[in-house]
């Protein structure tokens, strides 16, 4: 096959699939759940260090940064300062200047403020941060974030943690349509096919943490979801077939007795 | 001297952001720091004095989505 990677802002990455690192039960199925899903991207959150107890494992001993490009978010910033504050610590810890912007509105959903990361993707993205905001699918919205300097754009499927997959497709197809940025779905998707679908649509890679982390077996629910997004992805560019209502014979009518 | 680490009042001899991050066993490598929201450059954590009373903030990263 050939070489299909996505190249955000010079940054090249093979997989489709990008792995969440939330959730798991230690660090050693976290490594074992990344290597399964064949993923070179992979998101993490910025958190106080543990004071207390030094002993306690570092998640960067589990992911090597030289083999996986690290991802830090937001998560958990409700304000626009807050997002500014957690974007320029983790770009200071020193691992990239990309970051998954999230600039919370709601406890309950989890929904974007989307007024608050239109705001700070405008200021990260003058500051020099590859910013990949989380917002809702919604075509304007993703459009006026590409115009405010966003790398990419990333719609959710459905609220984070939900597993309820891609709530409204249609949306996707239009900021399919209407962005010029790499689309990436962020959220909602809760197992394989929903992946599947994503890909196939033509979004250029989905973000996956719950669906595997909440799976009964993660390693071998990522590693379905793996192979969800190359037949996706393949799908996609092979050009499915017209949808048609009534039937057409797939064997010749020429020969019947 | 006191300062608050992490939202936790502490005692330290450490005079500098090194020596602080020397003597509480964390390594420089995967971390950033801020001194009343501010963020110091690892370049400075070597001169970078602590005062009494300080708020200073030690983040890394932690699993995600």
Same mark, same amino acid.
């Given at each position: ?8 802002? +010079? ?19 976290? *490594? ?16 106080? $260090? ?24 937001? &998560? ?13 610590? #983790?770009?200071? *810890?020193?691992?990239?200047? !990309? ?5 919370? +509105? ?6 974007? %403020? ?26 304007? !919205? ?5 115009? #405010? ?11 984070? +943690? ?26 909602? $998707?809760?197992?394989?096919? %929903? ?32 192979? *969800? ?11 499915? !077939? ?16 | !001297? ?15 952001? &090194? ?39 030690? $983040?890394?990263? $932690?699993?995600?989505?």
């Amino acid at each position: 096959m050939q070489e299909d990677n996505l190249v955000i802002r +010079g940054i090249e990455i093979k997989s489709r699939f990008w792995i969440g690192t939330g959730k798991y039960k230690d660090f050693d199925e976290t *490594a074992r759940v990344i290597e399964a899903s064949g993923s070179d991207i992979v998101t993490v959150a910025v958190r106080r $260090v543990n004071i207390t107890d030094r002993k306690s494992p570092n998640l960067l001993d589990f992911i090597d940064p030289k083999k996986y490009k690290i991802l830090p978010n937001t &998560a958990g910033c409700y304000t626009v300062e807050d997002a500014l504050r957690y974007s320029r610590l #983790a770009r200071e *810890a020193g691992v990239s200047d !990309m970051i998954k912007l999230e600039v919370i +509105g709601d406890e309950k959903t989890l929904f974007p %403020d989307n007024i608050g990361l239109l705001k700070a993707t405008e200021i990260l993205a003058k500051e020099g941060f590859i910013v990949f905001p989380y917002t809702t699918d919604d075509p304007i !919205m993703c459009k006026r974030l590409e115009d #405010a300097g966003a790398a990419v754009v990333m719609p959710l499927g459905a609220p984070i +943690g939900s597993g309820l997959g891609l709530r409204n497709p249609y949306n996707l197809k239009i900021i399919l349509e209407y962005s010029k940025v790499p689309v990436i779905v962020d959220a909602g $998707v809760g197992t394989a096919s %929903d992946a599947a679908v994503a890909l196939e649509l033509g979004c250029d890679a989905v973000l996956i943490n719950t669906a595997v982390a909440g799976a009964k077996n993660p390693i071998m629910m990522a590693e379905a979801i793996k192979h *969800a997004c190359i037949a996706g992805r393949l799908a996609y560019k092979a050009g499915r !077939m017209p949808k048609k209502l009534y039937a057409t014979a797939s064997s010749p009518i020429e020969g019947m007795l | !001297m006191n300062i608050k680490l992490n939202g936790e009042t502490r005692e330290t001899s450490g005079g500098t952001i &090194a020596e602080l991050l020397t003597e509480m066993e964390i390594p420089r490598q995967g971390v950033a720091v801020e001194v009343n929201l501010s963020i110091i450059k690892k370049a400075d954590y070597d001169s970078f004095a602590i005062k009494e009373g300080d708020a200073i903030e030690i $983040v890394n990263f $932690v699993g995600g989505g």
